[in-house]
């Protein structure tokens, strides 16, 4: 997964005004206690971080 998707698939699940808030603010332990900013900026895959958000954010199985 590139990270465009990644950011695009949080956008359709938090929408467009409060995705980039969230995603430098939550904080996850699936991500080693980083935020999805920390995370993509210390080299994690994007797969893996949206791995760690479908998680956090409880979403469907559909959306994995």
Do not use: F
């Not at 938090?14 to 993509?40: F, H, I, K, N, Q």
């Not at 791995?51 to 956090?56: D, E, Q, Y």
């Amino acid at each position: 997964m590139r990270e465009s998707e990644l950011w695009r698939r949080l956008e359709a699940v938090l929408g467009p005004d409060y995705v980039r808030s969230w995603a430098g603010s939550v904080v996850m332990a699936e991500l080693g206690g980083r935020t999805v900013v920390e995370a993509l900026a210390d080299g994690l895959d994007a797969k893996t971080v949206w791995r760690s958000c479908w998680a956090v954010l409880e979403l469907p199985e559909s959306q994995r």
